[in-house]
């Protein structure tokens, strides 16, 4: 089976650029004598920067792209000339990614608008030359400043799908049917579990022209939180959605406690996720009779909307699209967008993903050297800004 295209995860090394080193110089030229010093300053080392760009909606483009270098910062000259300043390495990534560094698990940024810059490493600061030095009692000073030297980490690099509404329910409960009869999205369908493998996002039209965007995430099981089947890889995307649209079959034999081990995953995987607005639907309703969607509407969850569907037939479709738009409009909706910011603001576990790049390593033997390790002078420290 082909590779799929989807990639929401990658780790990388990055490394900021070294700034370059004052020139320690003193001019010399015909009739001028005692021509003082002329050192010039080093350049500043290029960032490393990352720009939200709408163009992209998966991490593929840096799949295989396993270091960053930003370049380093030119030496200061003579005649007081300035080093040239390290071209700064601007990666694009698609809007919703967070980084966080792989080594601690410390969140490092949010990039969640298109054209949206993040400043992630800093490049050094260029060296004074010794012209700086120069005083009346020292008129020719023989040292310079060195360049600051350079930062270097290892961060990973999150996709968490943006949607207003994130299907949520069990292997088979027909969230990709349903994604694709309101919808334009062509998702995969068969008749045996895990049959999505990956996130899908649809478009859903709704009245007068307006719509709302909706995901449909692989299917989650009792443990997805601890790591059985693909929960735990996929669950970080629900945390985006403004709504969660909980999906269980009528053939269930117990919807409201299959309803009830869904909201524990999301739950136990992060608690916030509670604050979400919920909609339940019971999907496959064309199975039973109305006397049976009776029966069942006395044992189901309280305190959210209901609502019996079937894709197949089209039953209950158009008013699930009115109560998602009423509950994506309402006001406790805006007011929770506020606080929804707060779930990305996290650390997390740096231990998570380790069995993901268990075989991961840099493509390269000694990272951390470009075969210019002379220090340069070393007699003055950087004050801070």
């Known amino acids: 089976m082909a590779e ?23 001019h010399r030229a015909k009739y001028i ?31 295989y792209q396993r270091h960053i270098f930003a370049g380093n910062g030119q030496n200061g000259g003579i005649n007081k000339s300035t080093g040239a300043d390290g071209e700064s390495k601007i990666v694009d990534v698609p809007c919703g990614t967070v980084a966080y560094n792989a080594e601690t698990g410390e969140f490092l940024c949010d990039v969640m608008e298109d054209g949206q810059l993040v ?3 800093k490049g050094g600061r260029g060296g004074l030359g010794n ?31 943006l949607a207003d509404v994130g299907l949520v329910g069990f292997p088979n409960a027909g969230k990709s049917t349903l994604l694709s009869s309101v919808s334009a999205a062509k998702p995969k369908i ?14 859903v039209s709704y009245r007068d022209g307006k719509s709302f965007v909706m995901a449909d995430i692989p299917g989650i099981i009792e443990g997805a939180s601890q790591g059985k089947g693909l929960g735990l890889r996929f669950l970080r995307h629900i945390e985006r959605n403004s709504l969660l649209l909980f999906m269980v079959p009528a053939d269930t034999d117990d919807i409201k406690n ?13 608690p916030e996720m509670l604050d979400k607005q919920r909609v339940l639907a019971v999907t496959k309703s064309d ?12 044992n189901l969850p309280d305190g959210i909307p209901v609502v019996f569907i079937s894709s197949a037939t089209g039953e209950g479709i158009q008013e699930l699209k009115d109560i998602l738009w009423a509950q994506l409009n309402s ?22 993903l380790a069995n993901d790049f268990a075989d991961w390593e840099p493509d390269f033997e000694d990272y951390a050297s470009d075969g210019d390790d002379d220090p340069g002078y070393d007699e003055f420290d950087f004050d801070e800004e």
């Open 33 to 63: 004598p005692n021509g003082g010093p002329d050192g010039g300053d080093g350049g500043k080392g290029g960032d490393i920067i990352l720009r939200g760009n709408r163009n992209y909606w998966t991490l593929l483009h840096l799949k």
């Open 131 to 161: 012209v700086h030095f120069a005083t009346p009692t020292r008129q020719a000073p023989r040292f310079a400043q060195p360049g600051e030297p350079m930062q270097e980490m290892t961060m990973t690099l999150e996709l968490k799908l």
């Open 4 to 26: 799929s295209n989807f990639i929401d995860y990658v780790k990388i090394v990055c490394r900021s650029g070294r700034g370059g080193r004052g020139m320690a110089h003193l």
């Open 190 to 203: 068969a008749n045996y579990p895990f049959t999505t493998l990956e996130p899908n996002l649809g478009i």
């Open 287 to 298: 199975l039973i009779d109305e006397e049976l969607k009776e029966m069942l509407s006395e």
């Open 331 to 352: 006001e406790e909706n805006r007011l929770a967008a506020v606080k929804r910011e707060e779930l990305v603001h996290r650390n997390y576990d740096a231990h998570m």
């Open 119 to 121: 400043t992630l490493l």
């Open 258 to 270: 299959e309803y009830e081990v869904l909201l524990n995953e999301l739950a136990t995987f992060n």
